[in-house]
């Protein structure tokens, strides 16, 4: 088979092809990237101030990251969970030191949603109990389990029926879970609200989430796939204080290669029967020497302190911005998204057309999911670009 370099027709050509088109597309191959700049097939250079959706989180090509890759792909690519392997435990040795006492049995799957399916039959089996109740407009991933705690109907709808005894409650309303929570296995809640607009949840509401749950033997889920080193602090519930029963981590941990993690406590982590969940890939030895490299990384002294800077900044700068277009500022750390008043497609492609990537969050919402090395200069060419954006369309 003929080798596909970089020309943009044949790429673009074969993808709309030959997959089924599940994304909408952005028009532009992009065939490679260093630190915090991606290249298209044509040789154009970007601002990334998305990091895929907030995975690259020490931008690309980070030199420790590859050369773990690397010498990991010549020794083991593959090892199943059901034999030990050095890499594995090394990987359970970097993240456990990270987490709570408490909070540090953990298990592997390739994706956030992967990571949520297994909470949801944790909390189940644990319990034993079949409720899940989750939030409006929260977004868990897109398998049936996941999808069936996703808020958002747009990817609900061409689905349904989906898995029976989960329901929904408005974000942030504490009174609104009180009269659902009883009986219930699990909330399951993301701290921060990615796909939603990057929506914080207010300290107080979790500390009477937490109480409610322990109240009524439900467990707590904090889905942390996108909120996870974003924040300024390690966790996002360190912000609140509260502790969960179980989270759910991905995005961030491998910077790039696909993992997904689920962590829990030893009550629910005694609960789990073995055989009763699995996955082939899951914890394989090239994922995890990624994973320890980006790990030893982002827990490096002053890491959090700098992320915490750089998104005050940068939300700072951005608040500068005299638009009546821009409706609001929110986030928290390098997790920020601005509100518009009108849909926000025309402005991310003002945007990528002058060179930065950014991505949506609902309809209206410009996002910006930087890889965390980003510095005031980076932060600030995005601010002055959105801004020409927002100028050039009002």
């Known amino acids: 088979m003929q080798r596909i370099v970089e020309d943009p027709a044949v790429i673009t050509a074969v993808e709309d092809r030959d997959e089924i088109q599940v994304y909408g597309r952005r028009g532009i191959a992009l065939v490679r990237g260093e630190g915090m700049r ?3 097939a044509e040789g154009n250079r970007y601002l990334d101030m998305m990091s895929n959706y907030g995975v690259n989180v020490l931008g690309h090509g ?10 990991q792909a010549a020794v083991l690519l593959s090892c199943h969970q059901s034999f030990y392997n050095d890499q594995r435990a090394r990987f359970v040795e970097t993240l456990t030191a990270m987490l709570p006492p408490g909070l540090h049995r953990i298990s592997f799957a390739n994706s956030g949603a992967e990571a949520v399916e297994s909470a949801l039959k944790y909390a189940r089996m644990a319990t034993g109990r079949e409720r899940v109740i989750s939030t409006r407009r929260g977004y868990h991933g897109r398998t049936l389990g996941a999808l069936s705690v996703t808020g958002e109907p747009k990817y609900r709808t061409p689905f349904e029926p989906l898995l029976p005894g989960c329901e929904q409650v408005p974000y942030g309303d504490a009174e609104a879970l009180s009269g659902c929570i009883r009986e219930a296995a699990a909330f399951i809640i ?5 796909e939603s607009g990057v929506r914080v949840a207010d300290s107080q509401y979790l500390q009477s989430v937490r109480r409610m749950a322990d109240e009524s033997g439900t467990l707590l889920i904090f889905d942390e796939v996108q909120t996870a080193f974003r924040t300024g ?6 912000h609140s204080e509260v502790l969960p029963d179980i989270m ?3 995005k961030p941990l491998a910077n790039g290669l696909p993992i997904g993690v689920t962590v829990a406590t030893d009550a629910v982590a005694g609960a789990i029967k073995a ?9 394989n030895p090239l994922v995890m020497a990624a994973g320890i490299a980006t790990l030893r990384e982002l827990s490096a002294p002053g890491f959090n302190d700098r992320v915490a800077a750089a998104g005050r900044y940068f939300m700072d700068r951005l608040r500068q911005i005299q638009s009546p277009m821009v409706r609001e500022v929110r986030g928290l750390g390098l997790m920020v998204a601005v509100e518009l008043k009108r849909n926000a497609t025309p402005v991310l492609q003002a945007m990528q057309d002058a060179g930065v990537l950014a991505i949506p969050a609902g309809s209206t919402n410009v996002r910006f999911l930087p890889p965390l090395i980003a510095t005031e200069e980076d932060l600030r060419t995005a601010v002055d670009c959105f801004g020409k954006a927002l100028l050039q369309l009002g």
Request: aromatic share 12%; net charge negative; no cysteine.
């Open 62 to 71: 980070h030199p420790a990251v590859t050369a773990a890759i690397t010498e």
């Open 38 to 40: 991606l290249w298209d």
């Open 190 to 194: 993301e701290p921060i609200q990615g």
């Open 275 to 283: 055989g009763s969940h699995g996955s082939t890939f899951g914890g």
């Open 248 to 250: 759910t981590l991905s």
């Open 233 to 238: 602090r390690t966790w996002g519930f360190e």
